[in-house]
C-alpha cells in the first residue's frame, strides 16, 4: 500500500492525533508481513488478512484493540468468533465503502461497455472471494466505523449493525491544505483530477465531456494527477486532438499536493463510486470549486450550488456543463471556493480521532464475548 494517499494518509493521520493524546499505535501494512513475491497474485489480501490474524494472536498482549481495515479483518474476526474471544483483543473494523455499491454501479456501466474488469467471470470472482471476505469482515467485529452516511446507512439496513455497534466518523483534512487563493480572470483555466484512472472513477463520462469541452471553450488544460499509470497509456484514452490539452502526472509526493491544488482552479472528480476521498476534501480546503457527482460520501460535503457542483453519476452533458459554468463565471468560482474552504474547517483529525477513541473504549467494554456470524 502506498503510504502518502487514500487509505495510508487516513490511518497515519487518526493514528497520529491518536498518540497526540496519549496512545500507542502500531501500524501493519501489507508488506510489514508478506514478502515481495507473496504480494502478488490475486491472493494477495487473503494471505495478508491470515498473516495478520496469525500476527495478532501471537502478539494479542501487545494490543488492547485492534482497528483493521475491510476486508483484512475477515480472517481474525471469525478467529475470534470461533474461539470465544480466547483473551484476543477486540476488533474494530473500518470500511471505506460498499461492495454493494461497486456492483450496482458497475454492473450498469458493463452494460455500456465502459467496465474494464466486470465480465460475467469477473462478477462470479467478485461473488466467491470479494464479497464474502467483506461480509466476514463486518458481520465479525465488536464495532464498526465508517466515514460516509452511504456506507453507516447500509451497515445498518443489510448488516444489522446499530447505533451501538456502528459510527460515522468523517475524515480530516490536514491544516497544510488551508491556502490563501485568488481568482483572477484568466483566459487559460486549468482543470485537475487527481486520483487512480479507473472505470469507476466515471474516466469515460470525463473523456466525452472534454471532448465535447475542447469544441465549445477554447481555453484550459486538462491535469490527471497521481492516477499511478503511464502518461502516454492516459493520453491515449483521450482522441488525438486533446492530447496537447491533457497534463499526466503520474505520481505526486504528498508534501507537494498543496503546491498541485494551489496551481490549478477547478476540481473535477466524477467518480460513481466512493466512500468519502480525501483528495476531494484536500481540493475544497484548498479554496478549489469543485464539481462532483451527487452519490456516496460526496454528498456528505458537497451542498449543490452551496460549496461545489453536484452532478448526477454517468453523465457526460452534466460534466460539460458544470464546467462551462464555472469557467464562465469568476464569480462563481471564488463563491463555491470560499465557501467550500470555510466548509472544511468542520473537519479535522483531531475531532475524528477523539470519536474514534470512544468506538475503541466501547469495544475494549463489551467485546470480549462470544458472537455469532450469520
Known amino acids: 500500500m502506498r503510504r502518502e494517499g487514500g487509505v495510508a494518509a487516513s490511518i497515519y493521520n487518526l493514528g497520529k492525533e491518536l498518540e497526540l493524546i496519549g496512545h500507542s499505535v502500531t501500524y501493519i501494512f501489507y508488506e510489514d508481513l508478506l514478502s515481495p513475491a507473496e504480494t502478488a497474485g490475486r491472493f494477495r489480501d487473503l494471505r495478508f488478512a491470515i498473516k495478520l490474524a496469525k500476527h495478532i494472536r501471537q502478539n494479542k498482549g501487545r494490543f488492547d484493540t485492534v ?209 468519502l476521498p480525501c483528495v476531494l476534501l484536500e481540493a475544497m480546503a484548498s479554496g478549489m470549486p469543485v464539481i462532483t457527482t451527487e452519490t456516496c460520501g460526496m454528498t456528505d460535503v458537497v451542498a449543490d450550488g452551496i460549496n461545489g457542483l453536484l452532478i448526477p453519476p454517468a453523465d457526460a452533458q452534466s460534466i460539460e456543463d458544470a464546467v462551462m459554468r464555472l469557467c464562465n463565471s469568476v464569480n462563481l468560482r471564488e463563491q463555491l471556493g470560499l465557501a467550500a474552504q470555510q466548509s472544511m474547517r468542520g473537519y479535522t483529525w483531531k475531532h475524528s480521532a477523539e470519536r474514534l477513541e470512544h468506538v475503541f473504549a466501547s469495544a475494549i467494554q463489551n467485546g470480549h464475548g462470544p458472537k455469532e456470524v450469520r
Open 67 to 275: 482497528n483493521l481495515h475491510a476486508p483484512a479483518g475477515c480472517v481474525y474476526g471469525l478467529m475470534r468468533s470461533m474461539s470465544l474471544s480466547n483473551g484476543l483483543p477486540p476488533y474494530v473494523m473500518t470500511l471505506h465503502g460498499l461492495e454493494e455499491r461497486r456492483v450496482y454501479a458497475m454492473k450498469r456501466e458493463a452494460q455500456k461497455g465502459r467496465a474494464y474488469h466486470f465480465s460475467l467471470k469477473n462478477r462470479l470472482w467478485h461473488r466467491v472471494y470479494h464479497r464474502p471476505r467483506f461480509f466476514l469482515s463486518i458481520k465479525t467485529a465488536d464495532r464498526a466505523h465508517c466515514f460516509s452516511r452511504d456506507v453507516w446507512t447500509l451497515l445498518q439496513l443489510k448488516y444489522d449493525l446499530d447505533f451501538e455497534k456502528s459510527v460515522h466518523i468523517p475524515i480530516g483534512v490536514e491544516e497544510r491544505f488551508f491556502i490563501k487563493r485568488e481568482y483572477p480572470q484568466k483566459d487559460v483555466l486549468r482543470l485537475l483530477y487527481a486520483g487512480s484512472w479507473l472505470d469507476q472513477r466515471g474516466i469515460f463520462y470525463l473523456r466525452d465531456a472534454l471532448t465535447n469541452l475542447a469544441r465549445r471553450l477554447p481555453g484550459w488544460t486538462f491535469t490527471i494527477a497521481g492516477n499511478g499509470a503511464r502518461e502516454g497509456r492516459v493520453k491515449d484514452f483521450f482522441e488525438r486532438d486533446l492530447h496537447e490539452r491533457i497534463v499526466v502526472r503520474p505520481s505526486i509526493p504528498a508534501d507537494e499536493m498543496p503546491e498541485l491544488y494551489a496551481e490549478h482552479d477547478i476540481f473535477v472528480f466524477p467518480s460513481l463510486m466512493e466512500g
